[in-house]
């Protein structure tokens, strides 16, 4: 019996050395460098490309989730434990700041002084400034521009285009049909396409509690009003966000969902390109990063007849016109504790090489200066020459390292105001009081200012024109 | 006192003693209970008491002693979510609860093809909860879901489900209990044919009405079953996450919002790590409480039988 005893202590042993010795960690195997994204079609590019990678002892692992929050929380929570489960990751323009600010990502001017080819003339300035500096101004980098992004627009072509529409529209609202340059002219048409008992709305937007969802829209409207998130120099939220341009802005978001389809305040992306692909809407407001399945005649039934081109902006109460809307897209950043650094910066030699970045940009937008300005490039479609433009338009939230909390609090007013709990007014000024008591407990103080403004924005980097600026459509 | 020299010197056993054995087999699970259990749960009370975030490790943790837990308590819209996930948890478990006893009583016969049935009813538990609240989600969609397309058929007109509070509300119900019923149907079907038939019998003999034996018998006979049921389904249903996550995002506005979502927010979003430990201990409290209470009443109710 004994003996039995001991044969299975010795046995038990043996199994436990044989599979001690069959760990991943413990064989010899080639150089594997994990990334994190959301799921979709730029990561899946990315993935095809590196296959070619010259190095084949170097593998490119995607570790992908869904877009939203998991995507972020699954950065944060890697870093929070100091953890090397990925090695460089994709994160939101305005996740630099959070990164940064904790110590965890690897700094990219050390980069580009290790690399004899990477350096900041590859990319465009505006770019590189978005997606990767912190602070703002500072010339610090953290991220490189991999897939840039702004909100677009998208509408029918069939229904603009139609002599009898544009009749009708002309008769009823006194100026042609086309597609629109202010969110006072979108507001007409969206009117004038909704048709219920056709199964046709006028506009589609997203307005979802998710993430982003909602406010990436509404702040579009709200800087385009003149409105401001707060006061980047005093750190004032109230006055700001809640001013009467930033409430101009959000109102007319809100007041747009009257034309979407029953049930659209609560809509992510996914759900504006179905209702825009089964020829629902008139209009959309959409990320550029969506263009490629739009345009495709395999995805989108109605893509012969899809025309795209920037968002309006808005005649602000102030008499100005501007034009602002979101800036989507991610920076490549890297794990400051990924014991894989070297590797990764040959891949990133290889990977920002203008061969592999138009490859990539045929599918996804690149920030590679040289792929950007090239012709081919921008008449590949209908809507890069578009997006080469919108650049100049693009706006973002707060760089700053309490963002995600900044944002969940301004997405939980803002979907307030959609559903009707509040009014834009009450949501707005609620969020600038919890976005100040967040600021407060990390720390910041707070200035007060004599008096606040009607228009923040002639405060803060004025963009206001006193003519509108027409942009072309396709 | 001192060893008789006569004696042959003293040597470590060679041999090991089923005591030692046993003890040399349960020191890993112990170990594993130490580090998984015990060391959380510790460090989880200790980081209740102060604030920091792991995200930002520059910033020193500062002692707060019992201030997390005053502010979360202080806070109306915390004593919000709690409202919002004790009517959830009422109307979801009632659901499940009085469809699953429901169902059982049906299933609990022999009749032919009973096996297919039984494990179609059980198949929605098997799903993954995040792939049934997207799943969920599209259904009641309000332009192209399947659920206002039938809606709309039936003249019924289309409803926005998901947009508005109460409405979302009944929508994650109806998807948990989905979800939900059939683990009560399991127990339920079990508990109703572990009764004896000659009991049922007898009462019907005795010229009891099927209702009568069923409320009368069947239900009495059944309580233990049903009552860990109803317990494990409203631990379950106050810690519901997944389904909210997925359907509505604690919109619209912060009205579908679960305690759990709360604290998972506050935990993985905001990042504020003593705070979300001291609502984790908030919820155990309750979570810990109320299995206590329930056991106290099932060994009450067992003693008097």
Same mark, same amino acid.
């Given at each position: 019996m004994k003996r039995i005893r001991r044969a299975h202590l010795v046995t038990t042993a043996a199994v436990l050395g044989a599979g001690w010795l069959a760990l991943p960690g413990t064989a010899l195997a080639q150089t594997e460098l994990v990334f994190v994204w959301h799921a979709g079609t730029c990561a899946d590019i990315l993935v095809e490309i590196s296959r070619d990678y010259p190095d084949q002892n170097v593998r490119i692992v995607p570790a992908l989730v869904p877009y939203g929050p998991e995507w972020h929380n699954k950065i944060a929570s =890697?870093?929070?434990?100091?953890?090397?489960? @990925?090695?460089? %990751?994709?994160?939101?323009?305005? &996740?630099? %700041? =959070? @990164?940064? /600010? /904790? /110590?965890?990502? +690897? &700094?990219?001017? =050390?980069? @580009?002084?290790?690399?004899? +080819?990477? &350096?900041?003339?590859l990319f465009a300035p505006a770019a590189l400034a978005q997606y990767g500096e912190y602070p703002d101004g500072s010339g610090k980098y953290w991220g490189l521009p991999v897939n840039m992004d702004a909100y677009g627009f998208m509408y029918r072509k069939d229904l603009f285009e139609n002599p009898d529409e544009q009749a009708a529209f002309k008769a009823r609202f006194g100026y042609d049909l086309a597609p629109p340059q202010t969110y006072q002219q979108a507001r007409d048409m969206a009117e004038f396409f909704t048709r219920p008992d056709q199964g046709l709305y006028g506009w589609g937007q997203m307005g979802g509690r998710d993430y982003d969802f909602a406010t990436t829209a509404s702040n579009s409207f709200m800087w385009s009003f003149g409105g401001e998130l707060y006061n980047p120099q005093t750190f004032e939220v109230k006055g700001y966000l809640d001013s009467p341009a930033s409430i101009d802005g959000v109102k007319a978001y809100v007041d747009m969902f009257k034309f979407g389809p029953p049930g659209s305040g609560n809509w992510g992306w996914d759900e504006v390109n179905a209702a825009f692909q089964q020829g629902s809407l008139a209009m959309a407001m959409q990320w550029y990063y969506f263009n490629g399945s739009n345009a495709d005649p395999a995805v989108n039934p109605k893509a012969e007849v899809t025309g795209f081109g920037n968002l309006p902006g808005a005649v602000g109460r102030d008499g100005k016109f501007r034009r602002q809307f979101s800036v989507g897209g991610q920076g490549m950043g890297v794990n400051g504790y990924s014991q894989k650094i070297d590797a990764l910066i040959k891949f990133m030699e290889w990977y920002f090489q203008p061969a592999q970045q138009a490859r990539y940009a045929a599918v996804c937008q690149t920030g590679l200066k040289a792929v950007l300005d090239s012709p081919e490039w921008q008449q590949l479609n209908s809507y890069n020459r578009h997006f080469a433009r919108a650049f100049q338009y693009t706006n973002d939230y707060w760089h700053l390292p309490e963002y995600a909390i900044l944002l969940d609090e301004l997405q939980e007013e803002v979907s307030n105001a959609i559903s009707g709990k509040k009014t834009v007014a009450q949501a707005l000024a609620d969020a600038a009081a919890r976005n100040e008591r967040t600021l407060e407990m990390a720390g910041y103080t707070i200035t007060r200012s004599a008096t606040l403004p009607e228009v923040p924005d002639q405060l803060i980097t004025p963009v206001g024109t006193d003519a509108v600026v027409a942009l072309p459509f396709d | 006192m001192a060893r008789d020299p006569g004696l042959p010197p003293r040597r470590l056993p060679r041999e090991l003693s089923d005591r030692m054995l046993c003890g040399l087999f349960v020191l890993p699970t112990l170990g594993v209970l130490l580090v998984m259990v015990a060391y959380p749960f510790l460090s989880l009370l200790y980081y209740s008491t102060l604030s920091f975030s792991l995200l930002r490790p520059g910033q020193a943790p500062r002692a707060m002693g019992f201030g997390n837990y005053t502010m979360l308590l202080t806070d109306p819209a915390l004593w919000e979510r709690f409202v919002f996930t004790g009517k959830f948890v009422v109307l979801t478990v009632t659901v499940q609860m009085l469809l699953g006893i429901l169902i059982a009583y049906f299933l609990q016969r022999d009749f032919r093809g009973r096996d297919i049935v039984f494990t179609l009813f059980m198949l929605p538990m098997m799903l993954c909860p995040i792939v049934v609240g997207f799943l969920w989600r599209y259904m009641f969609n309000s332009e192209w879901g399947i659920i206002n397309v039938m809606m709309a058929a039936a003249g019924l007109g289309k409803l926005d489900w998901l947009g508005i509070a109460d409405n979302a509300l009944v929508a994650v119900v109806i998807a948990d209990a989905w979800m939900w019923t059939p683990f009560v149907i399991l127990l339920a079907t079990a508990a109703f044919r572990g009764i004896p038939v000659n009991i049922r019998e007898a009462a019907r003999i005795d010229g009891a009405s099927p209702a009568f034996v069923f409320f009368r018998v069947t239900l009495p006979l059944s309580a233990p079953i049903l009552a860990i049921a109803l317990l494990l389904r409203l631990i379950d249903a106050f810690k519901q996450y997944d389904l909210f996550f997925a359907m509505t995002g604690g919109g619209p506005g912060n009205e579908t919002m679960t305690v759990s979502f709360e604290l998972g927010k506050i935990a993985f979003r905001y990042f504020y790590t003593g705070l979300a430990s001291a609502l984790a201990v908030l919820m155990l409290v309750i979570i810990v409480g109320l299995a206590m209470v329930f056991v106290r009443r099932l060994t009450l109710a067992a003693e008097e039988r």
């Open positions: =890697e870093f929070a434990i100091k953890g090397q489960g @990925f090695d460089f %990751a994709m994160w939101d323009s305005q &996740s630099t %700041a =959070e @990164f940064a /600010g /904790g /110590g965890h990502a +690897y &700094s990219v001017n =050390e980069i @580009f002084d290790r690399s004899d +080819y990477l &350096s900041p003339d | -």
